[in-house]
């Protein structure tokens, strides 16, 4: 299983190395790759390598990157901050994910459902 993992994180990064490698570069692609890493990583108890993915996504050619995109970030950077225990920060975050799902893809959407289940495991 430890090996399996190890191709997985692996894979992540090559993933995320060819995306930025690009030419024209695709910020959805690159941040798609940099949420399927910090995920990976979360799933590995590495938050903070985690985190600064999911930071990364928000931070660079944010302008560039689907609206949905930084939900999915944003959400995940909440799940980070509250396994951290900081309950206010994951808050605000979980709650920012709601509203960028609901201006993008409307809170029917199965992202939206996701985002309202981060900000309630966060009040829970």
Do not use: N, W
């Amino acid at each position: 299983e430890q090996g399996d993992a190890d191709a997985a994180g692996e894979l992540h990064t090559r993933r995320l190395a060819l995306a930025e490698a690009a030419r024209p570069l695709d910020p959805a692609e690159v941040a798609d790759a940099r949420i399927r890493l910090g995920r990976h990583l979360m799933d590995r108890s590495q938050t903070e390598a985690a985190e600064a993915q999911f930071t990364r996504v928000l931070t660079d050619a944010a302008d560039r990157t689907p609206a949905a995109v930084r939900a999915e970030a944003t959400r995940a950077l909440a799940d980070v901050l509250r396994v951290r225990g900081d309950a206010a920060a994951s808050e605000r975050r979980a709650r920012e994910a709601v509203a960028l799902v609901d201006a993008s893809l409307g809170a029917d959407s199965v992202a939206g459902a996701l985002a309202r289940g981060t900000l309630a495991q966060t009040l829970g």
